[in-house]
């Protein structure tokens, strides 16, 4: 059966996709940026790519009219103020565009809402299943709390709690109640449902057999990775004292930890378990999910992260934005030196950032990292990945991968923190020499006497990285 994959490169599109190839589906994956689209090798000859915008009318003309199926996994709850309507009006024109097809069913991934009073976030998701159900298509929603797995918001930010905070001071919203799943049983789930007729045109909710409170669920984690940790509630922190709590000791952004707050004040708990018995599904326990995310961890092998997604960063620009290095009214520190052993160097190069460092002065990049975090940008906390793997879209700390050729020995990077301007970074390795190139196009006056303020510590630090990029030396 031919199936479209909206939010292909998303964090559960990118596991999806497999599973559905596996089955024997042909599928027709809807991205927003094709130049981020790195799916396996080994599937790229089954699988049919498409460049659109929900948003954009005039690009959703590029879908097939031959599609029998299709997903909806289109969220985006903190990359816009005003992301509800957004989100209503993305639905709309997906449902009027498969109006033109031969679809017979949807298959949408959305929240659980089992209260009367709704967060903003999970309003948006009720929003879209109504206009959604509105179609002249069969539509099955499957209806998620919290999902763990690696790579997963819930999960990074769990991890981050426990992983950095011995003693918790929290808000009483950690004793709400809620039915975590883990991410392998959405999958599960999400393949299992595609035209089967057994739960068409009605909605599940699906979810672990532990309900728990946010509290129990810090504590198993504590457990699982023998960490003894104690939390205590205090009833005095507000949403937005809440928020900021969040943002500064987790990897989340601002927007998505207000997003959370909000969403943390209600109970999240399956209506049902009915989905179980018409799929034949057994989903795992928490602590299951947690130990199966850490042994995909220990392995390098996270299939996704949402840290790689544009959401993590406010962003609503794509890669192609950025692609072309601009060279009017733009500064530029230009470094080069020979490479010593040029794998070696490359290996650096791709192993930069998060637990690796940037080989030179990395306290100064750390205070860098901090100091974008105090006025609201993504510091430090995204990390990378892949240790040692960097594909188009990527998130490497506080910047996003435009551009990544291990063969061609080139690696481009652009800024996503706070900054006065734009900036981008650039290794390219030609005849056995490395050129470092840091370009900055700066906005106004404050950006050009930002640039002439940082250039003291661009002759500390880039002369001390390519130093060592280019060395024969351990990038330990």
């Known amino acids: 059966m031919k199936i479209l994959l909206t939010g292909a490169t998303g964090y559960i599109g990118k596991r999806l996709l497999p599973v559905l190839i596996e089955s024997g589906h042909q599928v027709t994956c809807c991205v927003r940026d094709v130049n981020r689209f790195n799916p396996p090798d080994s599937i790229k000859s089954k699988i049919d790519v498409i460049e659109l915008d929900l948003l954009k009318t005039s690009t959703l003309k590029k879908i097939p009219k031959d599609i029998d199926g299709a997903f909806y996994l289109v ?36 929240g659980i809402v089992n209260e009367s009073a709704l967060s903003e976030h999970l309003t948006s998701r009720k929003n879209v299943e109504s206009e959604l159900e509105k179609g002249q298509f069969h539509l099955t929603t499957l209806r998620a709390g919290i999902v763990i797995g690696s790579g997963s918001a819930s999960f990074e930010i769990i991890r981050d709690l426990v992983e950095k905070l011995p003693i918790m001071i929290t808000p009483k919203w950690l004793l709400t109640k809620c039915q975590p799943i883990g991410v392998a049983d959405v999958i599960t789930f999400l393949s299992k449902s595609i035209f089967n007729e057994k739960v068409y045109d009605a909605n599940y909710d699906i979810g672990s057999p532990d309900v728990l409170t946010y509290k129990e669920m810090l504590l198993e984690f504590g457990a699982v990775r023998n960490l003894k940790r104690k939390i205590l509630i205090v009833p005095v922190m507000t949403p937005r004292i809440s928020s900021y709590w969040l943002y500064f000791v987790t990897s989340t952004s601002y927007k998505l930890a207000v997003a959370l707050v909000h969403s ?29 995310a850490f042994s ?55 192993s930069i950032g998060g637990k690796n460092g940037w080989y030179y002065g990395n306290w100064m990049w750390r205070i860098r990292g901090f100091m974008d975090k105090l006025v609201g940008g993504v510091g430090l906390r995204r990390g990378r990945t892949n240790p040692e793997a960097l594909h188009v879209g990527d998130a490497l700390d506080f910047w996003r991968v435009i551009y990544a050729d291990r063969d061609d020995g080139r690696l481009l990077l652009y800024a996503e923190m706070k900054l006065p301007g734009e900036a981008w970074l650039e290794f390219r390795i030609q005849s056995g020499i490395l050129i470092q190139t840091a370009t900055f196009r700066p906005r106004g006056l404050t950006g050009r006497l930002y640039w002439y303020a940082a250039l003291p510590f661009h002759g500390f630090i880039f002369n001390g990285m390519l130093r060592h990029i280019c060395s024969a030396e351990s990038p330990a």
């Open 75 to 110: 969220h985006s709850m903190s990359s816009s103020n005003d992301y509800l309507k957004l989100e209503t009006e993305s639905a709309v024109n997906f449902r009027n565009a498969l109006e033109q097809t031969n679809v017979q069913h949807v298959v949408y991934l959305s």
């Open 264 to 292: 943390m004040k209600i109970e999240v708990i399956c209506r049902d378990h009915i989905i179980n018995e018409l799929l034949e599904v057994e989903p795992m326990s928490y602590r299951s999910a947690l130990e199966r």
């Open 296 to 350: 995909k961890i220990e392995s390098n092998e996270i299939i996704s992260s949402w840290k790689d997604a544009y959401v993590s960063s406010g962003s609503e620009k794509t890669v192609s934005d950025f692609i072309n290095v601009p060279t009017h009214g733009c500064f530029k520190d230009r470094r080069e030196s020979t490479v010593e052993d040029v794998f070696s160097s490359i290996h650096k190069i791709w």
